[in-house]
């Protein structure tokens, strides 16, 4: 029996089997449009949800691909692209801006346990689960796209509200950028992705130019 906010009593016994599944999926994902992030909204007030951030991955990742990467399956793109961060429903969102080496750790463990749970509560739709773990081992070109341009939309929303969400994470233009650097870096030898790769450079080279630095390694 679920219990509404408002309204009456919901009885999952008289429901359907499907039915019951799919009210359940449908919660995880409320839930999941209820994380707050670290990044901001272009007013620089509101912090985008990982809804906010899933919606816009989706449509800037597959309208990218569609114009100058053809050659990628746009319907993995989109998959990828719908449930990358899904387990944050459980595990949450953490800033990934000088991250620490154990931070980093402690968010993989919570990720795997959540990954788990996922697995576990909705057996009976295995694609969920299935996709996510696919995503994750960044076998296809199409996940590694998806990989790194979900790395881009911070750096997009940073220009959209002129480094709101920097300033209140007390980080630095040059301290932001000289972690765009790494993370480039790590991506390049970790999963590279032509196409992605050229998205990233050109965000993050107008990052610097209109932070007043320079580029100051060669991409």
């Known amino acids: 029996m679920i219990k509404a906010e408002h309204g009456p009593v919901v009885m999952r016994e008289a429901m359907p089997p499907l039915t019951q599944l799919l009210m359940d999926a449908a919660a995880l994902t409320l839930r999941f449009a209820r994380v707050p ?3 901001r909204h272009e007013d620089g007030l509101r912090a985008e949800t990982d809804s906010d951030h899933t919606v816009m991955l989706t449509v800037l990742a597959c309208a ?3 114009q100058h990467a053809p050659h990628l399956n746009l319907g993995k793109i989109a998959q990828y692209a719908a449930v990358h961060d899904l387990v944050e429903a459980y595990a949450g969102d953490v800033l990934s801006l000088g991250m620490s080496a154990d931070t980093r750790h402690l968010k993989e463990i919570r990720e795997h346990e959540a990954l788990k749970r996922i697995a576990s509560e909705f057996a009976h739709l295995p694609w969920i689960a299935a996709t996510i773990f696919e995503y994750e081992q960044l ?5 590694r796209y998806v990989k790194i ?3 881009v939309l911070p750096k997009l929303t940073h220009l959209l509200n002129g480094g709101a969400a920097l300033r209140e994470h ?3 233009y040059e301290k932001a950028h000289a972690d765009h650097l790494r993370q480039r870096a790590q991506m390049a030898r970790e999963y590279p992705q032509a196409d992605a790769l050229a998205v990233f450079d050109a965000v993050i080279a107008v990052c610097a130019a209109q932070w007043g630095l320079t580029l100051t390694e060669e991409p």
């Open 37 to 39: 992030r670290a990044t």
């Open 64 to 66: 990218y691909a569609a």
């Open 139 to 143: 076998a296809s070109e199409e996940a």
């Open 149 to 151: 341009f979900d790395k």
């Open 170 to 172: 007390g980080f630095s």
